[in-house]
């Protein structure tokens, strides 16, 4: 069988129209808060169109320069990012996102029913490696996250991770430049992809209908401290600038300034508790203590836990004399007032955060409302954390978190592919953000948006039962069979280079002979 030939690059000037239609796109497909769902199924249609049709470096580097004014439009939509550190990581992660490009750019040689694979494939590598290597985990440059409103659609990451919706969002480009160029197999293509979405959506009907979580559920309640409250206790001490400058004050002075809104989050503890909350957490960092006044603040909650019989997840910043001079921790106690976990936060916000990265195992405990495991705000944003904590039987994940209003929507909507990923129901307490429950399906249970509501308290009976996902138990299979997808495309290009070479030597050889 004759491998179909590579179809010429038409002129860049007829195609440049289709790099700045893809470009404006992306500035809505980046999952930020003025994201078009539609749009992320549209962009790579577009830049494909450019790229094919382009000379290979230069329709690269034109795909960079998009990734980059799309990271770009994203640190603006986030507030608070435009440092170096990120602005930095941008940069490296606009490369990282161009690769895919390249790759389908150059296996233009392929079949081109299989060639239609190799751009998804090499996209989901990319965002697989960005999520494992990279210090930002998928809190970027993910295409399935885009999605997060289509529920029955996102159902399939709880076989294969958020990567599957990815893979479906990008396959749609080569596909429809296959059509466009009117070549052979178009139909083939075609059939493939809606054959694998309507698949995929039925699978995700079939998964919302029959799965049960009403059974094994357990009363939930965040509490977080008001704006009014963490103004008070930071303008009483603005004087300090730096957090080495907390471990030398008065001792006095610094329990003053924290003792106001430790109290009240005592007291909404226990109010919440009084209602009939039987796990209660409290929002990132909603404590506050110097290290010697540490227990004293875990006690008083203590007398709370044991008086109403509740699990109490206390979030905390503890700083301590020893540099960075703060740990970022949360502190679960038992009805029998005793400490089961302290974890520390093990990915800090680059950049944002002077805590050090800590390798603290993530805490996961059986209860007798089920399996409980905690993470803290941006770990959540790392999905072989939480992969991993499904895996262990989690049913319930507390993740308290401290956002701020750039970042406020985007961050609770990830936190739902986690929780369909791993399996297990989800409490998002953001201070600052979106507090969200969320259920093993993906569905918000009971929200508060700290920004409009006086206090920030979220209620609701959630399931702790793990529903065992494929994913949880097979890990990033997918993901790994999309890179070898993608690697042996590229050798492929590096064969039909060397058959090239050896045919013009063999050529050049025969005339010489003659």
Not at 34 to 40: E, F, G, H, Q, S
Not at 365 to 380: K, M, N, Y
Request: hydrophobic fraction near 50%.
């Amino acid at each position: 069988m004759r491998t179909p030939p590579e179809v010429r690059p038409r002129s860049t000037e007829r195609s440049f129209v289709w790099l700045v239609a893809g470009g404006l796109l992306s500035l809505f497909a980046v999952h930020g808060k003025w994201d078009i769902a539609v749009a992320a199924w549209i962009v790579p249609v577009f830049l494909l169109r450019y790229s094919r049709g382009a000379g290979v470096l230069r329709g690269f580097l034109a795909i960079v320069g998009v990734q980059l004014l799309a990271g770009a439009f994203w640190l603006y939509q986030a507030d608070s990012l435009l440092n170096s550190v990120a602005l930095g990581g941008i940069g490296a992660l606009s490369v990282a996102l161009g690769l895919p490009f390249l790759v389908d750019r150059l296996t233009g040689h392929l079949h081109p029913v299989f060639r239609t694979l190799v751009f998804p494939s090499a996209r989901v590598a990319v965002e697989f490696g960005i999520a494992a290597l990279s210090p930002f985990g998928a809190i970027y440059g993910s295409l399935g996250t885009t999605q997060y409103d289509f529920d029955t659609l996102i159902q399939i990451s709880s076989v294969f991770g958020a990567y599957a919706v990815s893979f479906l969002v990008a396959w749609v480009g080569p596909v429809a430049n296959l059509v466009w160029e009117r070549r052979s197999g178009a139909k083939v293509a075609v059939v493939l992809v809606l054959s694998a979405l309507v698949g995929t959506v039925g699978f995700g009907v079939v998964r919302m209908v029959t799965t049960r979580t009403d059974v094994q559920t357990v009363r939930v309640a965040g509490v977080s401290p008001t704006a009014g409250e963490v103004k008070a206790w930071t303008k009483s001490l603005e004087d300090l600038p730096e957090l080495r400058d907390f471990t030398t004050a008065p001792a006095q002075r610094m329990r003053d300034a924290f003792s106001s809104v430790n109290a009240r989050m005592v007291a909404r503890t226990e109010r919440e508790a009084q209602a009939g909350a039987e796990v209660i957490t409290w929002s990132e960092s909603a404590g506050q203590a110097m290290a010697r006044d540490k227990q004293a603040l875990i006690d008083s909650v203590a007398v709370v836990a044991r008086r109403y019989g509740v699990y109490v997840n206390v979030a905390m910043s503890v700083y301590t004399d020893e540099a960075p001079h703060l740990l970022n921790q949360a502190i679960l106690l038992t009805p029998q007032g005793h400490v089961a976990w302290t974890y520390d936060k093990g990915h800090p916000v680059p950049g944002l955060e002077p805590e050090t990265p800590t390798d603290s195992p993530v805490p996961v405990i059986g209860t007798p409302h089920g399996v409980l495991a905690a993470l803290i705000c941006f770990d959540a944003d790392f999905p072989d954390l939480t992969r991993a904590v499904g895996g262990r039987g989690a049913g319930l994940v507390l993740v308290p978190a401290n956002n701020w209003e750039g970042i406020a929507r985007l961050h609770a909507e990830k936190a739902r592919f986690r929780a369909i990923e791993g399996g297990f129901s989800l409490v998002h307490q953001a201070s600052k953000g979106i507090a969200e429950v969320v259920d093993p399906l993906g569905r918000v249970v009971a929200s508060a948006d700290f920004f409009v509501a006086d206090r920030q308290v979220v209620r609701a009976e959630v399931t702790t039962r793990n529903l065992n996902t494929v994913y949880a138990r097979i890990g990033d299979v997918f993901a790994w069979v999309c890179a070898v997808v993608a690697v042996l495309a590229l050798c492929s290009v590096g064969r039909r280079q060397q058959v090239k070479k050896s045919r013009s030597a063999l050529l050049t050889e025969s005339g010489s002979s003659r």
